[in-house]
């Protein structure tokens, strides 16, 4: 199973593990940045946690890498069901937290088996699709449907988590159309889609909490309680536009320390990097995770085989949706979801699931040569 030698090494994906492991560093300055209290030292525990899961994460990904990733379709079938019974743990006696049932506590130390679940529904879909070389039509599509996607999205929807529940369902759809779907299936979903969009909506709305509600309704007028429901997406805007072109310089931010700014050092962290480096800075972050996607679309490009073709654009759409879904909600231009930016929002869990996401990534751009076989 394990199989180091130097021809891993040669071949090893120096970019993307760089380019990571630049934002995981922007990410930790800026956690400590954001936790500090005006006039005081930084809060300790956020940064210096951080360090530590991503000393923890680089040691999982270096583990990741180390073996062939086509064991991952081997054992596809277990890892979701795994997964599945997981989130089943989470919802009957999970740990509640911020209005929301999605830890699991093993004494001192906690995790989200939701963080984890997207890569494991990426294995599965991936293991899946690269079975069946011809177009999907009707009855295949409804039965990956049913048998993988529904359950997990269900259980999700459940905690509520309904920013996971929406990236795994853009997967399905990201790597169904990758796949490639009968011309007629796909005139025929986008009929539906159409119609029925009303009625999901409805349907979806009456399930949601009060809170996730006012998130809705905060993004589509802001204004409309901009002490109450808009505040956070009002704040935001506010602190990146402060920011400038230059920015105000690290440690000269005000909206996080002076706590204006909600979830400064999760869902919002753009907003406190904009306010201190401004445009050219987060034109800077902005690059390098581009870098990361076009990275991963090239690596599925030259993938060695179906599988890893699958599971490299699998990760980069995951990482594409966080990135775009993220920003965009900092901006206003998004609804406020509870989806972390990759590599840089504070949280153990959410950081390790992503490295070792990134470690299958380099895994398939290292194997891409046939004398890995």
């Not at 991503?54 to 040691?59: G, K, M, N, T, W």
């Not at 979806?204 to 109450?228: E, M």
């Not at 879904?325 to 504070?346: A, D």
């Amino acid at each position: 199973m394990f199989n180091i030698d130097r021809r891993l090494i040669r071949n090893f994906d120096w970019i993307t593990f760089s380019v990571i492991i630049a934002i995981s560093f922007i990410g930790i300055l800026t956690i400590f940045s954001a936790t500090r209290q005006p006039g005081d030292a930084p809060q300790a525990t956020f940064y210096i946690k951080q360090v530590v899961w991503l000393l923890i994460s680089i040691c999982a990904l270096i583990v990741i890498v180390s073996f062939d990733y086509i064991w991952l379709a081997r054992i596809a079938p277990v890892l979701y069901i795994t997964g599945v019974l997981l989130l089943f743990f989470v919802l009957i006696s999970g740990r509640t937290g911020m209005g929301a049932q999605r830890w699991i506590g093993i004494g001192f130390f906690s995790f989200q088996p939701s963080e984890f679940f997207k890569l494991i529904f990426i294995i599965m879909l991936a293991g899946y699709y690269s079975l069946r070389r011809e177009l999907l039509n009707t009855f295949a599509l409804l039965r990956v449907f049913l048998i993988v996607v529904l359950v997990p999205f269900v259980l999700l929807f459940k905690q509520p988590d309904l920013g996971t529940a929406v990236v795994i369902l853009l997967l399905f759809i990201s790597i169904s159309l990758a796949h490639g779907l009968q011309k007629k299936l796909l005139i025929t979903l986008l009929i539906i889609g159409m119609v029925s969009l009303p009625f999901i909506g409805n349907i979806l709305w009456t399930g949601l909490k009060d809170y996730q509600k006012n998130r809705i309704i905060a993004f589509i007028d802001p204004q409309a309680d901009p002490s109450g429901i808009g505040y956070h997406i009002n704040q935001s805007k506010i602190a990146i536009g402060s920011g400038e072109f230059a920015g105000k310089g690290f440690l000269k931010g005000t909206q996080g320390p002076f706590r204006f700014l909600p979830e400064k050092h999760t869902d919002f962290i753009f907003a406190v990097f904009a306010e201190e480096r401004g445009f050219m800075g987060s034109l800077l972050l902005l690059f390098l995770y581009f870098v990361l996607i076009l990275r991963g679309l090239d690596t599925a490009r030259k993938a060695k085989d179906e599988f890893g073709r699958f599971l490299a654009l699998g990760i980069t759409f995951m990482f594409s949706i966080y990135f775009f879904v993220n920003v965009g909600m900092t901006l206003g231009i998004m609804p406020v979801v509870g989806i972390p930016l990759p590599f840089m929002s504070y949280g153990g869990t959410a950081l390790l699931s992503n490295f070792i996401s990134a470690g299958v990534l380099i895994n398939v751009r290292t194997r891409r040569f046939s004398l890995f076989y």
